[in-house]
C-alpha cells in the first residue's frame, strides 16, 4: 500500500475559505492506489491506471450508413436519373469487395464495408429497383453521402482516455470498440469506518432514555460505495480511550483510510483525537463554511485519517465538498470540480461575510423554462429529513451578503458530488 507523508495535511490553523482547502488537498495529497489488471466488462466506476492508446480504427474500414445502393458518383448523371445494373450484394461482416465494375450498383446493407471504388450511397427508400435489375437512381445526391469513413470514431494511435479517468458505461463500450479486452485500472480505496458515543445505537436496537439511532455511519457507507470504496463497517465504539486507540491500531496497517463523525473536539469524553495523537498527528481545519464544524485531517502512522462533524448535514456538506476530492486524489483520479448552474432564487436569505454557506433547495421548472430553487423550510444542520426532501444546494459564495426572490445563485446537483 501506497504511504502518505509525515504531517501532510499540517497547516497554519486560520480560518481556511472552501478554495484553499481544495488548494490545499491537491497540494499534499497523491494517489496511494496500486494498479491492477482486470477485464473491461468488470470496471465500471474504476479509474484508469494508464493512457488507452487504439491499436486499430473505428470503423476498420469505409461502410455504409444506411440500407441502399452504393456507386460510384461519377457513374450517375447529372440533371436526370440514372439506371444501373446491380451487380452485387454486400451484407455487413463481408470481406471488402474488389472494385466496383464501372457503371454498376451493388446491393448494401448499415455497415457493410464499402467496395473499393465506391464512394456514395442511395438509401433504399429513394431508389427503385425494376424486374430486370436495375437500380433507378434519383437526381440530386451529393458525392460521398451515407459513406463512413474508417477511423471516423477512432484513428489508429491516438489516445482515446488518459490515465487518471473515472470510467463510465459508455467509455467501457469505446474500449471494447479498438478490441481491447483488459486494462489497467486503480484498485478501489479500502476504508474503515467507526462512530463513537456511548448514546448511540444501531437500528433495531432498544434504546434507552437519553439514546439516539446512528445514522451518520450508514449515510457516510453509503457516499463511500458510491465512490468506489469497499467499506469496513467498525461499529460503535464506546466512549473509552483505549477501547478507541485499540481500534485505530489495529486499522491503521489494514486500511487506506479511516473515517468517523462526531467526537473529536475537547469534551471530556471526546477521546478520538488523544487516540488519533498517540499513533500520528491530527489537524483541525477550522473552515469558514455553513453548515460544517472542523474536519479533523490526520494519519494514523501512513494511513489517512478523517474525522467528520457530527451533526448529518454538515456530515453531507463536509463529504460532498472536501472528503470527495480526497478520496478522488488518493484514488488516483483526477480531481473535477462539480458541474453547477445558474437558477433563479425563490427565496429570502441572510448571510455572514467571508463565509460560504450551502442550502438545500429543489428546483421547479418555471412556464418560460428556466429553474427555480425553492428552500427547505428547515435548514438546521442536525435535519437530515432536508437532504432527502432536495435535489441539490444553493452555492452562497464568501462575499454574498443576501439572497432575494428572483436573484441569480449558483445551484449545486447532489448527484454532481456523490449524494
Known sequence: MAQLTDDCFAHGGKLMTTSEALILLQEKLHCISKPEILPVANCLGRTLAEDIISPCNVPPHDNSAVDGYVVNFDDLHPGENTLLPVTDRIAAGSEVKENLAQGTAARIFTGAPMPLGADTVLMQEDCMLDDKGHVSIPDGIKRGSNRRFAGEDVDKGSVIFKARRILRPQDLGLISAVGISH???????????????????????????????????????????????????????????????????????????????????????????????????????????????????????????????????????????????????????????????????????????????????????????????????????????????????????????????GQVITYLPFNEVAL
Open 183 to 405: 486494462i489497467s485500472v486503480r484498485k478501489p480505496l479500502n476504508v474503515a469506518l467507526f462512530s463513537t458515543g456511548d448514546e448511540l445505537r444501531n437500528p433495531g436496537d432498544n434504546l434507552l432514555s437519553g439514546q439516539v439511532f446512528d445514522s451518520n455511519r450508514f449515510a457516510i457507507t453509503g457516499l463511500l460505495q458510491n465512490l468506489g470504496c469497499i467499506v469496513t463497517d467498525l461499529g460503535i465504539l464506546a466512549d473509552n480511550l483505549d477501547t478507541i486507540r485499540s481500534a485505530l491500531s489495529k486499522a491503521a496497517g489494514k486500511f487506506d483510510l479511516v473515517i468517523t463523525s462526531g467526537g473529536v473536539s475537547v469534551g471530556e469524553e471526546d477521546h478520538v483525537k488523544q487516540a488519533v495523537e498517540a499513533q500520528g498527528s491530527l489537524h483541525a481545519w477550522r473552515l469558514a463554511i455553513k453548515p460544517g464544524r472542523p474536519i479533523a485531517l490526520g494519519q494514523l502512522g501512513k494511513t489517512a485519517f478523517v474525522g467528520l462533524p457530527g451533526n448529518p448535514v454538515a456530515v453531507m456538506v463536509t463529504f460532498a465538498n472536501f472528503v470527495r476530492p480526497l478520496i478522488q486524489i488518493l484514488s488516483g483520479s483526477e480531481y473535477r470540480p462539480p458541474f453547477s448552474f445558474p437558477v433563479i432564487a425563490a427565496f429570502k436569505h441572510k448571510k455572514k461575510v467571508d463565509r460560504r454557506e450551502w442550502l438545500r433547495v429543489h428546483l421547479k421548472k418555471q412556464e418560460n423554462g428556466s429553474w427555480e430553487a425553492h428552500k427547505y423550510p428547515r435548514d438546521g444542520a442536525g435535519v437530515l429529513s432536508s437532504v432527502c426532501g432536495s435535489d441539490g444546494f444553493a452555492e452562497l459564495p464568501e462575499d454574498l451578503l443576501t439572497v432575494e426572490p
